[in-house]
């Protein structure tokens, strides 16, 4: 296991660079201005889960080459580019579903937006390098078993990632709601978060292959 003292330095850095906005945040509130609470909440439930198989390609040694590999790494980066420039598409032309977006929606629109949340979060080629790049830092080799300490210092950082996001989510929502007194608002509102996931796909494909 990690050592508490850098658990603890490894989750207040986590901290800081969590709560301060990011592509993660921007997708989030994008989602909720577009979809309500609920739905940026399983988009942000989703996107957490979708991390999860990063941490474990880290901790099994096959992220360091997936973000030395040119190839894949591209791949990767337009393929999650494009599917949040879908999702944005999607966000527009469903901006008068309105009011609806707040209600519980049914097992299967749930389990769709999870779904949704999660493909995002997959497929995010920073998460990967930020993964390669700082777990290995708080790791103690002499304390055996890295692997599992990579796998827990990853867990301490989706832990941390689904709180704050769910806090901007809740937030993003609850503007939202108070816009949806006014149909034309809340249309205009779900259009924004439909742009604001556009642009960020834009901004993931124009950003440099390493960076």
Not at 19 to 46: D, E, K, M, N, T
Not at 103 to 130: C, D, H, M, Q, Y
Request: charged residues 10%; positive net charge; proline residues 5%.
């Amino acid at each position: 296991m990690v050592p508490i003292t850098s658990l603890l330095a490894f989750a207040l850095t986590a901290f800081v660079l969590i709560v301060i906005p990011g592509p993660s945040v921007l997708f989030v509130i994008g989602r909720s201005l577009a979809l309500g609470r609920i739905g940026g909440l399983l988009s942000v439930l989703g996107n957490a889960l979708g991390m999860g198989p990063q941490v474990v390609a880290v901790a099994l040694g096959l992220g360091a080459v997936l973000a030395q590999s040119v190839v894949a790494f591209t791949a990767i980066k337009f393929c999650g580019a494009a599917y949040l420039v879908y999702l944005g598409i999607q966000a527009i032309r469903h901006r008068n579903s309105g009011a609806a977006a707040e209600r519980t929606p049914p097992t299967r629109s749930a389990w769709r937006l999870v779904r949704e949340g999660f493909l995002v979060g997959a497929s995010n080629p920073k998460s990967i390098v930020f993964f390669v790049a700082v777990l290995p830092q708080f790791v103690d080799y002499s304390a055996g078993s890295i692997p599992l300490q990579l796998a827990e210092l990853g867990t301490v950082f989706l832990v941390i990632a689904l709180l704050s996001d769910s806090v901007w989510a809740l937030a993003a929502g609850t503007a939202r709601e108070w816009f949806a007194r006014s149909p034309r608002r809340i249309s205009t509102l779900g259009a924004t978060g439909g742009v604001m996931m556009i642009g960020l796909g834009g901004t993931l494909a124009l950003t440099g292959t390493k960076s």
